[in-house]
């Protein structure tokens, strides 16, 4: 079966850096699409980027273009988020997430995911 766990998140001031990482196991880890999810409190879950394992081409939502990274490493078997300049409006619980499906984009739905790791970011 497929398991994804995050880690890195924490308390952080505006302006802060944090970098998330995502372990997987249990699915193929060549072509695949992974992706990072934003759920701030109280309301949705919303996909903010994503990256194609076979070339490394990569996708990101307006709101975090220029700010956050996502990377991966093909032989830590491990998913990456570099997130720079963090605001308020970026804490919430950010989840790992693999696609199986053709189309890789940010926005794409997702088929398998993590348990979720909090970002607090305070004013």
């Known amino acids: 079966q497929v398991i994804l766990v995050e880690s890195g998140g924490g308390s952080v001031q505006a302006g802060g850096s944090l970098r998330l990482s995502c372990t997987g196991s249990g699915y193929r880890q060549n072509h695949n699409c992974m992706g990072w999810f934003h759920r701030p409190p109280g309301k949705g879950r919303d996909g903010i980027a994503s990256?194609?394992?076979?070339?490394?081409?990569?996708s990101y939502r307006d709101t975090v273009k220029g700010r956050f990274t996502v990377s991966h490493d093909s032989a830590k078997n491990t998913l990456y988020l570099e997130m720079n300049n963090l605001k308020p409006e970026d804490s919430g619980i950010y989840y790992c997430?693999?696609?199986?499906?053709?189309?890789?984009?940010?926005?794409?739905?997702?088929?398998?995911w993590g348990q979720g790791t909090q970002v607090t970011v305070s004013t």
């Open positions: 997430a693999l696609r199986e499906r053709p189309g890789c984009k940010y926005n794409a739905a997702f088929s398998f």
């Open positions: 990256v194609y394992t076979g070339d490394g081409s990569t």
